[in-house]
């Protein structure tokens, strides 16, 4: 359960935030100090598990054969084949790239994947998780789905997503507890290397939660 005060800011933000006719998403930032950011070995780069889920839909597609894919197609929102990613232009590639939050693809197919799509989904942060062949592929889209990706590059202030605007506070706190908790354990100085953390939706104002 996430302290007291998270959960405090948390339902300012919400209550904060303006009507829109939309939901919004809601957005933590996250400001580093004391770390040499041109050394990547510093860089924030992590997949997160969110207790209360993302509240977005997350677009996957998984890139199989055989079973594997015929499995795939009861979780994922897409299946390639080895052929179907060969066949993709530049300008198709690049668009689903952008359209899509995560690829899982065979372990087998790797090599082939980073020969055709290497320097699309590479840049991007993009490049697919390795399916090995005793893992569920459903299991793996599903988790996926809850996932966010924190990533700080060469910046100090990045952002992550936390959760929608109809979620509860207490949920979207949660979801906090469990990324500063990740970070306090993985930052060279820990808390320390924190130097302040806001919540907000889209739209919304920031409050300061740490």
Do not use: W
């Not at 040499?36 to 992590?46: A, H, K, T, Y």
């Not at 065979?106 to 290497?118: K, N, Y």
């Not at 942060?125 to 569920?136: E, H, R, S, T, V």
Request: overall charge negative; proline content about 4%.
């Amino acid at each position: 359960m996430a302290d007291s005060d998270i959960e405090t800011a948390v339902a300012r933000a919400l209550e904060d935030s303006p009507d829109r006719n939309f939901t919004e998403t809601v957005d933590l930032a996250i400001n580093l100090r004391d770390l040499d950011l041109n050394e990547p070995s510093n860089r924030v780069d992590e997949s997160i598990v969110l207790p209360s889920g993302t509240g977005q839909e997350t677009r996957i597609v998984v890139i199989a054969e055989g079973e594997t894919a015929v499995r795939a197609e009861e979780a994922a929102d897409e299946v390639l084949s080895g052929d179907d990613v060969a066949d993709l232009d530049d300008d198709e590639a690049k668009d689903m790239a952008d359209e899509t939050d995560f690829f899982i693809a065979e372990e087998a197919m790797m090599q082939d994947i980073a020969r055709h799509l290497g320097t699309i989904l590479g840049p991007r942060g993009k490049m697919p998780d390795p399916l090995a062949p005793d893992d569920d592929v459903v299991e793996t889209v599903n988790r996926l789905k809850n996932t966010v990706q924190l990533r700080s590059g060469d910046r100090r202030t990045f952002h992550t997503l936390v959760g929608a605007e109809d979620m509860d506070a207490e949920a979207i706190a949660d979801n906090i507890d469990v990324i500063l908790r990740r970070l306090h354990a993985d930052l060279e100085k820990g808390p320390q290397n924190i130097d302040a953390v806001y919540v907000k939706t889209t739209m919304g104002p920031s409050v300061e939660v740490a």
